[in-house]
């Protein structure tokens, strides 16, 4: 995975379309999703006529997108052409952050893929082979969702990608249910997928569960199950209705999920532990464990015995563990209740 090298899970803000065809919008949401700490941001590429039959229904909720056909809302939000995703990407670089864009049809992909590091695929195009024959030709990484997909449908979908040489592919689990009640999250999911495919793509985690339903705590989880790209919807208000706004996390949600897995990812790491793992605990080591020291007033020439000894802190003298090497041993002179054990006591 060697398109996206990062310390912690690569995060793709998915604008898609909230910036509603406003070019400015569409920057201003490059801008605040860059300041906060994203590495990629996401659009979406499509003309409605060749994306979805007119009488396509919704499936969405209709109490946050009251837009009954797929056809008409997607004609809201398609008035970008070529130079707008160019102008798009050239703000993106000038940001220092990824830009992406999901292709949903063929006649786009000759001028912007190679604007793109990889090419994310929807979840809905998982059995579109006719898409993912085209978009693997360019032998460009891809990142592919599997939301509302079954294991043989990943695997064929795999077996497309890599039967036309694709060399690196990421599989997003991913809910297809807009927004996603928390309890639907199923990240369950991210454990199988790297179980089951685990050989042949890496794996991350697209989604669609509101921010402010459990403060994100979706996407943290799913760092810690290895997730390694993390993918979810942004927007300027999520206030806002219809499009994604609703389900979308803003520049300060995603300015707090980056710390958080800058967080993670330090408390996780495990290649200092061997050299500085001990050493910082070292204080602790010396004062929390215990050493031996006499349990009672005990005379010279005696022979000291289990109960002559006690463990107490700090542990600066002998171990307790090596006790058994000093019983049966005699006192060389007299010792006080409560005296550290030395080996000089001995005769």
Same mark, same amino acid.
């Given at each position: 995975?060697? +398109? ?69 809302? $997607? ?5 970008? !052409? ?10 993106? %670089?000038?940001?220092?952050?990824? $830009?992406? &864009? #999901?292709? $949903? ?33 360019? !032998? ?39 927004? #996603? ?24 985690? &697209? ?26 919807? +942004? ?32 408390? !996780?790491?495990?290649?200092? $532990? ?8 070292? #204080? ?12 009672? %007033? ?20 002998? #171990? ?28």
């Amino acid at each position: 995975m060697n +398109f996206f090298p990062s310390n912690t899970p690569y995060m793709i803000a998915e604008v898609g379309v909230n910036h509603g065809g406003d070019i400015d919008l569409a920057k201003s949401l490059i801008e605040k999703a860059a300041a906060a700490g994203a590495h990629a941001v996401k659009f979406q590429t499509y003309k409605s006529e060749k994306l979805a039959a007119k009488d396509s229904p919704s499936y969405w909720d209709l109490s946050e997108e009251p837009t009954k056909s797929q056809f008409e809302l $997607f004609q809201k939000y398609d008035n970008f !052409q070529k130079v707008d995703y160019e102008e798009l990407a050239n703000h993106c %670089d000038q940001h220092n952050v990824a $830009f992406v &864009s #999901t292709p $949903f049809d063929l006649d786009c992909l000759d001028w912007l893929i190679p604007l793109m590091p990889f090419v994310k695929i929807a979840s809905a195009d998982i059995t579109n082979a006719l898409l993912l024959e085209a978009v693997a030709w360019y !032998q460009k990484p891809i990142v592919l969702s599997v939301g509302a997909s079954n294991q043989s449908e990943i695997s064929t979908a795999l077996d497309i990608l890599e039967g036309c040489g694709v060399q690196e592919i990421v599989l997003l689990h991913c809910i297809l249910q807009y927004p #996603t009640p928390p309890q639907f999250a199923f990240l369950e999911q991210i454990d199988l997928l790297k179980e089951n495919f685990g050989a042949r793509a890496s794996i991350g985690y &697209s989604d669609h569960v509101k921010s402010d339903a459990c403060g994100n705590d979706q996407l943290i989880a799913a760092a810690a199950k290895g997730a390694l790209i993390l993918e979810k919807h +942004f927007t300027h208000d999520k206030q806002l209705t219809g499009n994604d706004h609703y389900h979308a996390m803003d520049e300060f949600d995603l300015h707090l999920i980056m710390n958080r897995l800058n967080n993670l990812n330090l408390m !996780q790491s495990r290649s200092d $532990f061997k050299t500085k793992g001990l050493e910082i605990q070292d #204080t602790a080591i010396r004062n929390a464990r215990r050493s031996l020291h006499f349990s009672n %007033d005990l005379y010279a020439g005696h022979t000291l015995e289990k109960n002559d000894l006690i463990a107490l802190r700090p542990g600066t003298g002998i #171990t307790p563990s090596h006790y058994e090497s000093l019983i049966g041993r005699r006192l060389e002179k007299n010792v006080n209740a409560g005296k550290r054990v030395e080996v000089g006591d001995f005769e």
